[in-house]
C-alpha cells in the first residue's frame, strides 16, 4: 500500500477530538493515509503471527481481489467481511449522502441473507429442524467471529438466535424482546458500546422498524397472493409498500442521532432503500455463492460467478451513487440536544411495545398504529424543529477563533450582535477534508451560525481545500478571492459546490470595505496583481470593539511592503505565511505592532514553520505569541482595552492588554 504519512498532530478544535496525544501516549509515531486504490496482498502471505479470523478474512480476501475488478472488490470485502478500508472516500461518501450507509455494516440484511442460504442447504438435505437450527446458529455465530464482532452483527445474531431458539422450544419470542435482550447483552459485556455510533444508528434503526410494524400490520401489507396475475401485481405491491413503511420507519429513528454524528439527514434514503436494498440481497446472494464456487466448483463456473458478481456490484454503485445525488442531505447545522433525541427515542419504544400488545387484537390495532404514526413523525422532526436563542444573537464582543488546521490557515470570527466571518479553510486531500473534520464540527460547536462572509486569501491548497465541503453544505454565503488560478480545476468544483449550497463567489477586482453587525468594519487590501500567489494574498483587516485584527494570508516580503502602506497598527495579527523566514520582516512588524500573533502551523512540518527569528521579532516588540501547533485553536475575545484568550491546550481565559509593557516603545524593535 502507498499513502501520505503524518506525525500524530493532535488537532484540538471546538467540537472536535483529540487524537494525537492519544496516540503519542500509545507510543505510535506517526500514521498513513492509504491511497485504497494501491491496497494489494503479497504474493506469500504469512501463515503465522495472525489470528485464525484474521488469516480467513485474508485468503477470503484474496479471492475477491483475483476474480473481480477493484471497487467491486473493495464493496464485497466492505459487505461481506466488514472491512471498509479499501473503498474509496467518493464511494463512502455517496452511501452516506444517499442514506444507505448501513449497507457497509455487518447488520440484519446480512446475517438474513447467511441464514437464507444455511435454510436452503439444510432443506436441500433434509434434515430434521433441531439439526438444521443447530447448523444454521453455529454457522451464524461463526460469521460474527470471523467479521471481528462488530455491535451491528452482535445484535442481528442474538435476535436471530432468540427467535430461532424460542420456535425450537416451541416458544414465542417477540423481536421487541430479543431486541433488549440483545441492548443488554451487548451493554453488559462492554458498558462503553452505547457510545460507538455504529451502535447507536443501529439499535435505533431496528427501533423504527419495530414501530413501523403496526404500520403494515393495519394496510394489511402482509397478505399472501391467491393465485392469478391481479393478486401476484397486489402482492408485489404489497412488498413494495411493507419496504417503504420500514424503511421511513428506520430513517426516522436515526434521525436525531445522524444529525448529531453528520450535521444532515441523508432524506433521499427513503425512496433510495427501495431500490438498493433488492439489489443488494441480490449481490450478497452472488457473492456468498461466488465464494462457495471459487472454493468447490469449476473454475468456467466460478469465473461466470465473478462476472455476475461485477456486473451487480457496478450496477449497485452506480444505482447507489447517481441516486444519492438526486437530492441533497437535509442540513442541520445546529446540533440537536440529546434529551431531544432521547424522548423521540422513547416515543418510538413505547410505540413499539404497544404495538406488540396489539398484536393479537384487532380493536387495538388502528389504536397501536396511531402511536406508532405519531412517533416516528416526532422523531423525523426532531432535528428540524428550533431550539434554543439564534445563534450568535447574545454575542456582546467580537470572537476570534483560530482553528488547528495542521499546516494551513482557518480563522472563524463572531460578530457582536450575530453573523459571522470565515478567512481561508485549511487543507483537504483524498484522505483528510478540513472543512468536514475541523471547522464545520467547530461551527457546530460554536452554535450553527451560517457564515454570511468567507474570505478565500489566495488561491493554494492549504488555505482553499475545505471550502468546497463548506459550500456542499450550506456554511457559505458569500465568498471573497482574489481571481487568481482562473483556469484551475478546483475553481470548478468550488463554484459547483457554492451554487449547490445557495452561495455565490466573488473575486475583488480592488480594495473594499464592508459595513457589518455590531459596529464592526472590514476592509479586504488586495496584494500584488504580479508576482508568485502568495503576494497576491488579500489582506483582511476587522475593526470591532476598539481592537483591530489583521488576517495577512501567505503575504511574503514583496506583498508585505506592497499592502504595508495601506495598513495601520494592529491589535491581532495572525502572522504571515505560517511565520516564514520570508515574512514578518523588521518594517512589518514595527508597522503594525500587533499585541497577540497567531502563527497556524502543522505540528513537526517540514517547512520548519514557524522560523525562530520571526518568533523572535514578535517578542522583542512585547506580543503574545500563540501556535496552533502547541496550543491547539486559539480563542480570542476582543474587548475595548485587552482581549481575553483561551486555547484547547490551556482553556483557562487569560487578559492581555492592548497597552504595551513598559520596557516597550513603538519604534524599536530590539528591547
Not at 216 to 245: C, E, H, Y
Not at 311 to 331: D, K, T, Y
Not at 555 to 583: D, I, M, N
Request: proline fraction near 7%.
Amino acid at each position: 500500500m502507498s499513502g501520505s504519512y503524518r506525525p500524530p498532530e493532535d488537532a484540538r478544535n471546538p467540537g472536535g477530538a483529540a487524537p494525537g496525544r492519544w496516540l503519542a501516549a500509545l507510543g505510535i509515531a506517526g500514521t498513513i493515509a492509504v491511497d485504497p486504490l494501491s491496497l494489494s496482498a503479497p504474493a506469500d502471505p504469512p501463515e503465522r503471527g495472525g489470528s485464525l479470523g484474521a488469516i480467513l478474512r485474508d485468503r477470503l480476501a484474496r479471492q475477491l481481489a483475483a476474480a473481480l475488478s477493484p471497487p467491486v472488490a473493495a464493496l464485497t470485502r466492505g459487505m461481506i467481511l466488514g472491512d471498509r478500508s479499501g473503498i474509496a472516500p467518493a464511494i463512502r461518501d455517496s452511501f452516506r449522502d444517499g442514506g444507505t450507509i448501513h449497507l457497509l455494516s455487518i447488520s440484519g440484511l446480512h446475517v438474513c441473507i447467511l441464514a437464507g442460504f444455511l435454510t436452503l442447504f439444510a432443506t436441500a438435505l433434509r434434515m430434521p429442524p433441531g439439526p438444521s437450527i443447530a447448523l444454521e446458529l453455529v454457522a451464524l455465530w461463526a460469521y460474527v467471529a470471523l467479521v471481528g464482532a462488530p455491535a451491528s452483527a452482535i445484535r442481528s445474531a442474538v435476535l436471530w438466535t432468540a427467535v430461532r431458539c424460542g420456535r425450537a422450544w416451541g416458544q414465542v419470542v417477540r423481536p421487541f424482546a430479543a431486541w433488549g435482550l440483545a441492548g443488554l447483552i451487548l451493554h453488559l459485556l462492554d458498558p462503553a458500546s452505547v457510545l460507538d455510533p455504529g451502535f447507536q444508528l443501529s439499535f435505533a434503526a431496528v427501533l423504527g422498524l419495530g414501530a413501523s410494524g403496526a404500520l403494515s400490520r393495519l394496510s394489511g401489507v402482509s397478505g399472501k397472493p391467491d393465485g392469478g396475475l391481479r393478486s401476484t401485481i397486489r402482492a408485489w405491491g404489497r412488498g413494495a409498500w411493507s419496504l417503504f413503511l420500514q424503511s421511513g420507519g428506520a430513517t426516522a429513528a436515526t434521525t436525531g442521532i445522524q444529525s448529531r454524528l453528520f450535521g444532515a439527514v441523508p432524506v433521499i434514503g427513503l425512496l433510495l432503500n427501495l431500490a438498493v436494498i433488492p439489489l443488494c440481497t441480490v449481490f450478497m446472494a452472488e457473492a456468498i455463492l461466488f465464494l462457495v464456487l471459487r472454493a468447490a466448483g469449476p473454475p468456467a463456473i466460478a469465473a461466470i460467478g465473478a462476472g455476475a458478481l461485477d456486473v451487480s456490484g457496478l450496477l449497485l454503485l452506480a444505482l447507489n451513487h447517481h441516486g444519492a445525488r438526486l437530492l441533497a442531505p437535509w442540513f442541520v447545522p445546529r446540533p440537536v440536544p440529546i434529551p431531544w433525541v432521547a424522548v423521540a427515542l422513547l416515543g418510538l419504544l413505547a410505540a413499539w411495545a404497544r404495538a406488540e400488545a396489539a398484536r393479537g387484537g384487532d380493536p387495538s390495532r388502528s389504536s397501536a398504529a396511531r402511536w406508532s404514526l405519531g412517533a416516528l413523525a416526532v422523531a423525523a422532526l426532531v432535528p428540524l424543529a428550533p431550539h434554543g436563542p439564534a445563534p450568535g444573537a447574545s454575542r456582546e464582543r467580537a470572537v476570534v477563533v483560530a482553528l488547528d488546521v495542521g499546516q494551513g490557515d482557518a480563522a472563524w470570527i463572531g460578530l457582536p450582535g450575530g453573523g459571522s466571518m470565515l478567512v481561508d479553510a485549511g487543507p483537504a486531500d483524498d484522505s483528510r477534508d478540513a472543512g468536514e473534520l475541523v471547522i464545520e464540527p467547530a461551527l457546530r460547536a460554536e452554535g450553527g451560525e451560517r457564515v454570511g462572509l468567507a474570505v478565500l486569501s489566495h488561491a493554494h491548497l492549504d488555505h482553499f481545500g475545505g471550502f468546497a465541503w463548506l459550500a456542499r453544505r450550506r456554511w457559505i454565503g458569500t465568498l471573497i478571492e482574489n481571481g487568481s488560478d482562473p483556469s484551475g480545476a478546483w475553481r470548478g468544483r468550488l463554484r459547483a459546490a457554492l451554487r449547490q449550497g445557495g452561495g455565490r463567489i466573488v473575486p475583488l477586482a480592488r480594495d473594499s470595505s464592508f459595513a457589518a453587525a455590531g459596529h464592526t468594519t472590514i476592509e479586504v487590501i488586495r496584494g500584488l496583481e504580479t508576482g508568485g500567489e502568495n503576494d497576491r494574498s488579500l489582506a483582511v483587516t476587522l475593526r470591532a470593539g476598539g481592537a483591530s485584527i489583521l488576517f495577512a494570508g501567505d503575504l511574503e516580503s514583496a506583498g508585505e511592503g506592497a499592502v504595508l502602506p495601506r495598513l495601520a497598527p494592529v491589535s491581532v495579527l495572525k502572522a504571515p505565511h505560517h511565520g516564514s523566514r520570508t515574512s514578518s520582516g523588521d518594517a512589518w512588524v514595527d508597522r503594525l505592532h500587533p499585541r497577540i500573533v497567531l502563527v497556524s502551523c502543522g505540528e513537526r512540518n517540514r517547512f520548519g514553520h514557524p522560523d525562530r527569528d520571526v518568533i523572535d521579532r514578535y517578542r522583542r516588540i512585547g506580543a503574545s505569541v500563540l501556535r496552533t501547533d502547541q496550543e491547539g485553536a486559539v480563542r480570542i475575545t476582543i474587548g475595548a482595552k485587552g482581549g481575553w484568550i483561551s486555547t484547547r491546550k490551556h482553556p483557562a481565559p487569560v487578559f492581555v492588554p492592548w497597552a504595551r509593557p513598559d520596557w516597550v516603545t513603538p519604534s524599536s524593535h530590539i528591547p
